[in-house]
Structures are given as structure tokens and as C-alpha cells.
């Protein structure tokens, strides 16, 4: 992943993302949604806390 593009790679294979990361007031923002499918997990986002869970591995 590389700051300002839309363009990853897993395993040299590019995917495209919704969003690039991006630096605001010297944090890193990245797509948590992209990382943690492409480690295999389940992603949700929790509405009442405002948070996401990164659960367990896909079967």
C-alpha cells in the first residue's frame, strides 16, 4: 500500500481500494475493511459503538 494511491498488492496481485491512505495530522488512515479481508478475517462494522471488528478467519 502506498500513501495516495487507490492501488494495493497482496502477494503481487493489485486490488483496488475505495479509498488511498492518507496522512491527517500525523496519523495514518487506512482502509481497515481491505486489511482485514485480506488476512482472511471477517469484517463488520458495529453501528451502536461507532467501531469495526476485525473478527476470526473466513471458512
Given at each position: 500500500m502506498t500513501?495516495?494511491?487507490k492501488t494495493a498488492f497482496i502477494n503481487g496481485h493489485?486490488?483496488?481500494l475505495i479509498?488511498?491512505?492518507k496522512i491527517t495530522n500525523n496519523s495514518?488512515?487506512?482502509p481497515?475493511?481491505?486489511i482485514g479481508e485480506a488476512l482472511g478475517r471477517n469484517?463488520?462494522?458495529d453501528y451502536m459503538s461507532?467501531?469495526?471488528n476485525?473478527?476470526?478467519v473466513r471458512v
Open positions: 500513501l495516495g494511491s493489485a486490488k483496488q479509498v488511498a491512505l495514518i488512515y487506512v481497515l475493511r481491505f469484517v463488520s462494522w461507532s467501531s469495526v476485525i473478527g476470526r
